[in-house]
């Protein structure tokens, strides 16, 4: 979603936040409208002030959040398959890996918490926690391909 476009309103931008909840997304990009040289948008009336489209952004990255933390609670307790990338970015503790809905650098990852598998493989994880972004989970074993 684009928020602080030219002529949106505080209402337009309600019904946007009331949509998100509504539909509850998994996930949800935002950004704010950049003002470029020489394009139509640019010259546009209603031009909306940086604080207010951050302001925007903000909240609803907060929404999202909340959204997101929520949706992730239901993944606890499933298994899921998940394609071993490595030891985790944040600690060495951990693997890292990402399950066929978790995208490159967009979304989060899943934290291999309990369990060894080599980088490349795809193994079975039972979720154990959830948080905003990321899941965490530990190995049950390798994705056996028939």
């Given at each position: 979603f684009?928020?602080?476009?030219p002529g949106e309103?505080?209402?337009a931008?309600?019904e946007?936040?009331k949509?998100i909840?509504?539909q509850?997304?998994?996930r949800?990009?935002?950004?704010k409208?950049?003002q470029e ?12 002030d940086?604080?207010t489209?951050?302001?925007?952004h903000?909240?609803?990255m ?8 929520e949706?992730?609670?239901?993944w ?7 394609l071993v990338?490595g030891?985790?970015?944040?600690t060495?503790?951990?693997l890292?890996?990402r399950?066929?809905?978790q995208?490159?650098d967009?979304d989060g990852?899943?934290?291999i918490?309990?369990?060894?598998a ?9 979720v154990?926690d959830?948080?905003d972004?990321?899941?965490v989970g530990?190995?049950l ?6």
């Amino acid at each position: 979603f684009i928020v602080g476009f030219p002529g949106e309103t505080e209402e337009a931008f309600q019904e946007l936040l009331k949509f998100i909840e509504e539909q509850k997304f998994d996930r949800v990009g935002c950004f704010k409208y950049s003002q470029e040289e020489n394009t139509k948008a640019g010259e546009l009336d209603g031009q909306v002030d940086e604080e207010t489209k951050q302001r925007r952004h903000d909240t609803l990255m907060e929404l999202q959040q909340q959204i997101s933390r929520e949706k992730h609670q239901e993944w606890v307790g499933k298994k899921i398959p998940v394609l071993v990338e490595g030891l985790s970015e944040e600690t060495e503790l951990l693997l890292q890996g990402r399950a066929p809905f978790q995208a490159p650098d967009i979304d989060g990852v899943t934290l291999i918490a309990d369990g060894q598998a080599e980088v490349g493989q795809t193994v079975w994880v039972e979720v154990t926690d959830a948080h905003d972004y990321d899941l965490v989970g530990s190995i049950l074993g390798p994705v056996l391909v028939r």
